[in-house]
């Protein structure tokens, strides 16, 4: 079988047996796969410091016979590393967080450029700027509206009023849609509640263009109540934890 060559983004490292290792990447036209690395940790010449969390890379491999299979990696090319991203533990874990969430809402095999382009943007922007809790909500947002799970956030999914100053919103029990203090008072006790002006940020963030968006600014009160608002709609859509939720949360949102 001939070997195939393509570009993407490492979001999973696994040891595997005593000598391999086993790599999910992320490329514009396979998606996510996965795929195995033979003598990864004991033959350290073709690989070495290479199949790291987060490096982009130009892997050479054979596809699997069966479509259920795993991927033989024969090579692999270094082409960015992302070293600040292992250098500071705030922007790691804001690395490891969207990772978490990219393999969370995406299947093996199902290739979507839109995703491809959003975590390049988030990695790269992780590197270069100084907010990675900033970059970890919009890309949770962006992901969201990529898959088909964008929240409604400029109007109350109830009454239809757009948001506005002198009310109070919450995400509506599910998450998808705001409910305002009028039409569901009780939302406000059950759900992460959002102020106007971060609901605002938030819908300008879901319209700006990939390369303008880390020009926004959010405050640190707008990053606690953003990430807990999408961590909500989440555990509803996927009806399980996120791993790296707890440490993420706890790390970013003391930050500002
Ligand atoms: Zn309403």
């Not at 995400?171 to 106007?196: D, F, I, K, M, Y």
Request: glycine share 6%; proline share 6%.
């Amino acid at each position: 079988m001939n070997t195939c060559s393509t570009c993407g983004f490492v979001v999973r490292i696994a040891e595997h047996s005593e000598s391999d290792k086993l790599v999910t990447f992320y490329s514009p036209e396979l998606g996510r796969i996965t795929g195995i690395a033979k003598g990864a940790q004991s033959s350290k010449k073709r690989f070495v410091n290479k199949l790291e969390p987060f490096s982009h890379l130009r892997l050479l491999y054979r596809p699997p016979r069966d479509p259920a299979g795993l991927y033989f990696i024969s090579e692999a090319e270094l082409l960015c590393a992302h070293l600040p991203l292992r250098m500071d533990f705030r922007r790691y874990a804001a690395a490891m967080h969207l990772c978490e969430l990219l393999l969370r809402f995406t299947r093996e095999n199902d290739p979507d450029p839109r995703l491809y382009a959003l975590l390049q943007w988030a990695l790269t922007a992780l590197c270069a700027d100084k907010a990675p809790q900033k970059i970890m909500v919009f890309f949770h947002l962006r992901l969201l509206a990529a898959i088909g799970y964008r929240p409604e956030l400029d109007q109350c999914g109830l009454c239809g009023q757009p948001v506005s100053p002198g009310h109070a919103y919450a995400l509506a029990p599910g998450g998808g849609s705001l409910a305002c203090n009028a039409c569901n008072p009780l939302a406000a006790r059950v759900s992460p509640r959002l102020s106007v002006q971060t609901l605002r940020l938030l819908a300008s963030a879901q319209s700006t263009a990939l390369e303008r968006l880390t020009r926004l600014q959010i405050s640190r009160q707008g990053v606690i109540e953003a990430m807990d608002a999408l961590h909500y709609y989440t555990l509803h859509l996927l009806q399980q934890d996120i791993h790296s939720w707890t440490a993420t949360r706890s790390l970013l949102a003391g930050a500002s």
